[in-house]
């Protein structure tokens, strides 16, 4: 499986500010996502990270406010912008399409970021 | 579209007890069916797999069997340990996009 790391591995930030998180792998992948996660909640998908070209949104996400890149095949960030307590979440880095992996139907999932927007 | 459905928690069992998590799902064509792991503090891990109907993935002593008659992938443990306490999704892959459940916590005492 993917080795999936992330940085920060936690951060608490004030009202208004950005966050960028980073996602390495340590393969090439073809798909990366990220994801939200409330506390005590499901996971909540905000997009898929498209390798040299914008990212693909899901309903209720937009690139104002989560701005993605994704510049090769090993590495995204996410940031978060104009950040609200609301944004306070488990932001998930994962990926799908390893070589080393079973196909891109297997997701691989990074350790998170916990964010707390004071 | 493409839901999956699993038994809330929390699930409190003693050491050594049979698990059982309940698991169904609603997709169209023939998705992969997954269960992953989330320990404190963690990300998620892959637990186990099956991409097509009757075949049963297995790893650490849990099971599940997909069945597409009953649309079901239930996990399943003989005997738990403490170190088994952690929120269990089931989640389905149709194409790219993966649906997870809501997650059902499991606490096991010593």
């Known amino acids: ?118 | 579209g493409d839901s999956v459905t699993q038994m809330e928690g929390p699930v409190t069992l003693s050491e050594e007890a049979f698990l059982t998590i309940n698991c169904t799902y609603t997709a169209t064509g023939y998705p992969s069916l997954f269960w992953y792991v989330q320990y404190p503090g963690e990300g998620l891990q892959l637990l186990l797999k099956a991409t097509k109907a009757d075949d049963k993935g297995s790893n650490k002593g849990f099971e599940a069997t997909y069945r597409k008659e009953t649309t079901s992938f239930h996990l399943e443990k003989g005997s738990v340990q403490v170190s088994d306490s952690a929120v269990y999704f089931c989640a389905l892959t149709g194409g790219f996009k993966t649906i997870f459940g809501a997650g059902t916590r499991l606490f096991v005492k010593a």
């Open chain 1, 1 to 118: 499986s993917a080795v999936i790391s992330q940085k920060p591995s936690r951060d608490i930030c004030q009202r208004g500010t950005s966050l960028t998180i980073q996602c390495q792998v340590d393969s090439q992948v073809t798909m990366m996502f990220w994801y939200r996660q409330q506390p005590g909640q499901s996971l909540t998908l905000i997009a898929t990270a498209n390798q040299g070209s914008e990212a693909t949104y899901e309903s209720g996400f937009v690139i104002d406010k989560f701005p993605i890149s994704r510049p090769n095949l090993t590495f995204s960030t996410l940031t978060v912008s104009n950040m609200s307590p609301e944004d306070s979440s488990i932001y998930l880095c994962s990926v799908a399409g390893s070589t080393q992996s079973g196909g891109t139907d297997t997701q691989y999932f990074g350790p998170g970021t916990r964010l707390t927007v004071l």
